[in-house]
């Protein structure tokens, strides 16, 4: 969410991004519009009663908002998870933002609320607190009759003991090491294959009875995460409206030197464009041009977040699939439409010039969206002025949100649901049945099918064994194959018997499913069952990419064979950068001896395998010699530190850069170069593309903005200076000392500037 997204375009309080829409889009005269005109226009920011707020909703026909939930019931609600009564377990961040200072806000007033719908009208009555006295936690996950509650920088499990909190356990004491409020994990969505993933992380958490594993998995997103039908991951970053997995979650990751594996954090939809209803001044960067059109309205996604995959089954079947995403600084949701092309997902927004759901209240901040028990599709509204955090907040908004007067309140909040007009939508009765929940799996609704996957698991039902493997029978309808054969997996019954029928089906998300499922079951004693099979299916151009991340368990146990036939992948589909990077996924520690093998077979150095594996080859010799972290931590502390809270979320802690987030420091000829043109990137910020060691970054391989900190009050020159020495000299950079007077006459120089600098203009610095 804004509220906890950042990067580039910042914004805080109204704003609508989009479009590249003409001044005609807005003006009817096809003239400019007078903007002082539309600024007086907005300058009240009233807040309002829920159902005047709904009427200032733009939604798509056929559909209808309905009020779920608001203040004083809850307040800040950024989070949310339903349990199988039908309630509701919320999570508040009271203290996120209180004024532009951020005044407080490490106060402990955030909470975990039950709301509960008594008469069962829909809308909720009453609300306990389960948690309170929370410093800004971020996300909550319904797991064995407890839930996980993330407060950073940790992550605690409380069983739960009529709805009051014991036995509390940490899980992992550095959840949210490092970064600031907007740059921490959160998340905690419990996918199919039954592990736990977060949105700004690389580790997912799986409960095995009272004990929690932790493992490396893709770094991914940044505010929420969910899962398709197949139950590949999908989120985001604040400028971009979807980002996503081709291939199932916990593959590909046991290769630390590979930086990039194709298939993942890959951008399903490009088009950024957004199409509020209403003028949005009050973003961060709305001075700039091109960030607002010429009616303020904002352009491009800036606090894109909270996405959802819609597989309610409440809707119609045009809407399957279709992945919905918030936009709190534009005050609206957006829909867009999915296509599997294969293994590969491609997306488009679903129309132009308008959007699916869009406010022209400006304190609307859906901030997390869900599909519900009854198939709806829920929404959390923060309900706020303030949505930009303080790190990054630039001058321009601190003054909108004063003449505005877009501090107060904070005590507001809303949950609503959107359904389709004169539906009657209805939350399912669970019961303690284990052949109920079985039949749960066919459901339409996903919520539902999840929710019957996770209660077999957690009662440890394994009576309902037989009708599961009977379900693994369906050839028609993929969708309770797959609930069967993770449920199976996640009772530690699923055997190889099970597995091999399914890897020979001729519908493709059963046999992926079943790929997928290998890396769970695959031991010393069963492996040779699954390798003849394996060895066929190499041709299979769908299973090719599979078949390589699957070596990384074969060659545990026969090496040779799992060499074979990666050398295999590496030369039928050396144009291929899936099965290329999937092969690659094997070869920690052995890329160079793998890169000689394969160049026997094939000796063009050119192909797709050779370049990527090459690529790996060369960031290890990067990774080499790196500078002492430690001494200079202790020359730099502070440097140091707004390195850990600042930087690294986006550039990565060894300087490499991260993913559809930013690019590498580390070698950087920004950095190591022209202290001039270094300092005032930090100051003001960059707008992108930029240049590095050769390399054009730009969105979506990177984040197209980065802001600046020199109006965050928190930092002074010796601040900034020492965290700029510490970045010239850490890894392979040897960069001159900057002192605190570089900073001052920086400043001083470009005085009363607030615009981000383009590497057009510091290429032109001296």
Request: neutral net charge.
């Amino acid at each position: 969410m804004k509220l906890f997204v950042t990067t580039v375009k910042i914004l805080i309080t109204c704003t609508a991004f989009l479009s590249l829409l003409s001044c005609n889009s807005h003006n009817g005269n096809g003239g400019r519009p007078d903007s002082l005109a539309i600024r007086k226009s907005i300058e009240d920011a009233p807040v309002l009663e829920p159902a005047e707020a709904i009427k200032k909703m733009h939604l798509e026909g056929g559909f209808e908002v309905k009020l779920v939930a608001a203040e004083p019931l809850i307040a800040a609600p950024v989070a949310m998870n339903f349990d199988n009564k039908g309630r509701l377990w919320v999570v508040t961040m009271m203290d996120y933002m209180p004024d532009t200072s951020g005044t407080g806000e490490d106060m402990p007033t955030g909470k975990v609320m039950i709301l509960s719908d008594i008469n069962g009208d829909g809308v909720m009555d009453s609300s306990k607190v389960f948690l309170d006295s929370l410093v800004l936690p971020r996300a909550l996950c319904l797991i064995d009759g407890g839930i996980l509650v993330a407060e950073p920088p940790k992550l605690w499990y409380y069983d739960i003991k009529d709805d009051k909190p014991v036995n509390k356990t940490l899980v992992d004491s550095n959840y949210a090491d490092g970064g600031n409020v907007e740059h921490q994990p959160n998340g905690l969505l419990r996918a199919m294959d039954n592990w736990i993933y977060n949105a700004k992380s690389d580790v997912r958490y799986r409960k095995q009875g009272n004990k929690w594993l932790k493992e490396k998995t893709h770094f991914r997103g940044q505010w929420g995460i969910a899962q398709d039908d197949e139950g590949r991951l999908f989120y985001n970053t604040n400028s971009e409206n979807l980002l996503g997995d081709y291939f199932m979650p916990g593959l590909g990751s046991g290769n630390t030197n590979q930086r990039k594996v194709a298939g993942y954090v890959e951008p399903i939809i490009k088009d950024n464009r957004t199409y509020p209803v209403r003028p949005t001044p009050g973003v961060n960067r709305g001075y700039m041009e091109g960030v607002l059109d010429d009616s303020l309205r904002l352009t491009n996604f800036t606090a894109a977040c909270g996405p959802v995959i819609y597989n309610g089954g409440l809707f119609s079947e045009a809407y399957h699939n279709n992945a919905f995403v918030a936009e709190p600084s534009a005050n609206l949701i957006k829909r867009n439409i999915l296509t599997d092309k294969g293994y590969i997902i491609d997306g488009k927004q679903a129309y132009q010039n308008k959007e699916f759901l869009a406010s022209e209240d400006e304190r609307f901040r859906p901030v997390n969206l869900y599909v519900g028990p009854d198939g709806a599709l829920y929404i959390i509204d923060m309900y706020r002025g303030i949505i930009q955090h303080k790190t990054y907040l630039t001058p321009y908004l601190k003054n909108e949100i004063k003449e505005r007067k877009l501090t107060n309140p904070l005590n507001c909040g809303r949950i609503y649901k959107i359904i389709p007009k004169g539906s009657d939508a209805k939350n399912i009765v669970f019961n303690n049945d284990p052949q109920q929940l079985v039949e749960l799996l066919k459901n339409k609704n996903g919520w539902v099918r999840n929710e019957a996957q996770q209660m077999i698991i957690d009662s440890n039902y394994t009576a309902a064994s037989p009708a599961l493997h009977e379900l693994l029978k369906s050839t028609d309808n993929f969708i309770p194959v797959a609930h069967a054969l993770w449920t199976l997996e996640g009772l530690h019954v699923l055997q190889a018997a099970d597995v091999l029928p399914l890897l020979q089906s001729n519908n493709w998300p059963i046999r992926m499913q079943a790929l997928a499922v290998l890396h769970s079951i695959m031991n010393k004693n069963n492996y040779n069952q699954f390798l003849p099979l394996l060895q066929q299916m190499v041709s299979d151009t769908l299973a090719a990419p599979y078949i390589g991340y699957i070596m990384h368990d074969v060659q545990q146990y026969n090496a040779a064979t799992a060499k074979q036939i990666l050398v295999q992948l590496a030369a039928k589909y050396a144009a291929n950068k899936y099965v290329a990077d999937a092969v690659i996924s094997n070869l920690e520690h052995k890329e160079e001896s793998f890169l000689k093998e394969v160049v026997k077979t094939n000796p063009d150095t050119t192909t797709v395998f050779a370049r990527r594996l090459r690529k790996v080859i060369d960031d290890i010799a990067k990774a080499r010699n790196q500078s002492n972290q430690k001494k200079l931590a202790m020359l730099y502390p502070r440097g140091a530190h707004i390195f850990t809270t600042l930087c690294q979320t986006c550039h990565g802690p060894d300087g490499n850069g991260v993913t559809a987030l930013a690019p590498p420091l580390n070698k950087s000829n920004w950095v190591q170069g022209n202290k001039n043109q270094l300092i005032p990137i930090v100051l003001y910020g960059l707008t992108g593309p930029v240049k590095v060691a050769d390399h054009l970054y730009k969105s979506p391989e990177i984040n197209g903005d980065m802001p600046g900190i020199g109006s965050n009050d928190e930092y002074n020159d010796e601040d900034i200076a020492q965290v700029l020495n510490y970045i010239r000299n850490s890894w392979n950079n040897k960069g001159g000392a900057i002192t605190a007077k570089d900073i001052s006459d920086t400043r001083k120089k470009y005085a009363g500037r607030e615009k981000t600098f383009t590497m057009e203009e510091l290429d032109g610095i001296k």
